[in-house]
């Protein structure tokens, strides 16, 4: 609860100088301008340091670390640009927050944890932060939801048909399984087959492939060509579980429906073509159980997915200016 991401809250912390009556030495810098606030050198430091430790102990070679540090300064800092952004819309919408409501805040955090005070304490000091910057911190996330919830949560809505959608479109999720009843018609090769023999077989099957494509029964085709033990039943496979069949043939069935057939398929038992006789449903949670669950999936997604597309709105009609 208290690992380092609590850290992408801190707030902008100033310019900090050192002056003497001769001359002034400058310790810190700008690094973005977000219309009226700037994000110095000091906050994304700030922001950056657990996370470099971790990069740093993970013990890669300099070249990889450079990299990966270079990659998290740009990832920082373009977090501190929207946090200042939507800092800033909060202040526009007016949002306010009293010391109860973040008091509350964390003695829920409290009580999820079982921490007492003193635990709680020595919690954030293991983080290298003291309760008033965590104060600081919780008020801003808190802020932060609720402008969320104005500008985006609050305008999803989550349709039965959205859930029937997804319960149908996923399944392996709720317990179902699919369940494939195949047919095939098989060409074997001769043992040790040179290309001219294998180009003999694969002529003759594609002439069956030719017939099915202008519509002559899988089975009628599959009793007079196929060279399996089962051609007698038009080469009547059973069911399969898909995860249960080669990865070459889940390949060649994805996206096919009952009624369809694969293009010829060089196997080790030889060429082949397999047919799709019918797609069973295995029952398993019902919909009225999982809904509520898929609900919440499926907003958490939307909500994830419009609040980015808000923000990216939100940096066009700004000031946004990245200083190197």
Do not use: C
Request: negative net charge; glycine residues 6%; hydrophobic residues 40%.
């Amino acid at each position: 609860m208290f690992g380092p991401m609590h850290m992408l809250f801190l707030i902008w912390v100033g310019v900090v100088g050192i002056a003497s009556s001769h001359s002034a030495e400058i310790v810190d810098r700008i690094v973005a301008v977000v219309n009226d606030d700037i994000i110095t050198l000091n906050d994304l430091n700030l922001s950056l340091k657990p996370y470099m430790n971790q990069v740093k102990s993970m013990g890669y070679d300099a070249g990889k670390e450079s990299d990966l540090l270079a990659k998290l300064r740009k990832d920082m800092l373009d977090r501190l640009i929207d946090q200042t952004l939507t800092d800033q819309e909060i202040q526009k919408a007016g949002l306010v927050i009293s010391d109860a409501e973040v008091d509350s805040a964390i003695e829920r955090i409290k009580e999820k944890n079982l921490y007492s005070d003193e635990d709680f304490r020595k919690a954030l000091s293991a983080e290298g932060t003291s309760l008033e910057e965590f104060r600081k911190n919780m008020k801003g996330q808190i802020l932060r939801s609720r402008l969320v919830n104005r500008e985006v949560k609050s305008k999803i809505v989550i349709t039965d048909q959205d859930v029937k959608a997804y319960y149908d479109a996923h399944p392996e999720e709720y317990g179902r399984e699919l369940k494939y009843r195949l047919r095939n018609i098989i060409m074997r090769l001769p043992r040790m087959a040179g290309a001219a023999e294998k180009q003999e077989v694969l002529k003759k099957m594609a002439a069956v492939l030719e017939k099915l494509n202008t519509g002559e029964p899988f089975e009628n085709l599959a009793r007079a060509y196929s060279e399996s033990n089962l051609a007698a039943e038009g080469g009547d496979l059973g069911f399969f579980k898909l995860e249960a069949l080669s990865p070459q043939l889940q390949e060649a069935l994805k996206g096919l429906q009952a009624g369809e057939f694969t293009p010829i398929l060089e196997t080790d038992q030889g060429y082949q073509i397999f047919y799709i006789q019918e797609i069973r449903v295995e029952p398993g949670k019902p919909l009225a159980e999982v809904s509520a669950g898929i609900q919440e999936k499926l907003y958490a997604e939307i909500v994830e997915k419009n609040f980015k597309q808000w923000l990216e709105e939100l940096r066009k009609r700004s000031h946004v200016k990245i200083i190197e």
